[in-house]
């Protein structure tokens, strides 16, 4: 027979670590690269980091009032993904 206390040990060691593990799902999926054509601030963001991969400058060649660390983290992630967003999709999962 089951004890109350190794149900509630089985539902907190699976329940917690279930749950979290749907909430990551849930969000990555709404930043998933196939699901759809970024929006306007994501979009602009994307194409910053792709004119500085082609070797443009920031804040003279492209230009936006936000800051430089964004752009630069989407360059680094289309640079480890070849230009594709899926590189960009691994850091927000690294980040989340």
């Keep these: 027979m089951i004890s109350k ?3 509630l040990t089985f539902v907190k ?11 990551v799902l849930y969000v990555l999926a ?3 690269p196939l699901a759809g054509l970024p ?4 979009g ?3 194409y910053v980091a792709r004119q500085l991969l082609k070797g443009k400058l920031l804040y003279v060649d492209v ?6 660390a964004g752009y630069y983290l989407d360059a680094f992630g289309l640079l480890l993904s070849n230009g594709n967003r899926w590189g960009i999709w ?4 690294v980040f989340l």
């Design 30 to 32: 709404q930043a998933n």
């Design 63 to 68: 230009w936006n009032h936000k800051t430089f």
């Design 90 to 93: 691994l850091i927000e999962f």
């Design 44 to 46: 602009n963001y994307l």
């Design 13 to 23: 060691q699976l329940f917690i670590p279930l749950t979290l593990g749907l909430a």
């Design 5 to 7: 206390r190794s149900l």
């Design 39 to 42: 929006g306007l601030d994501s």
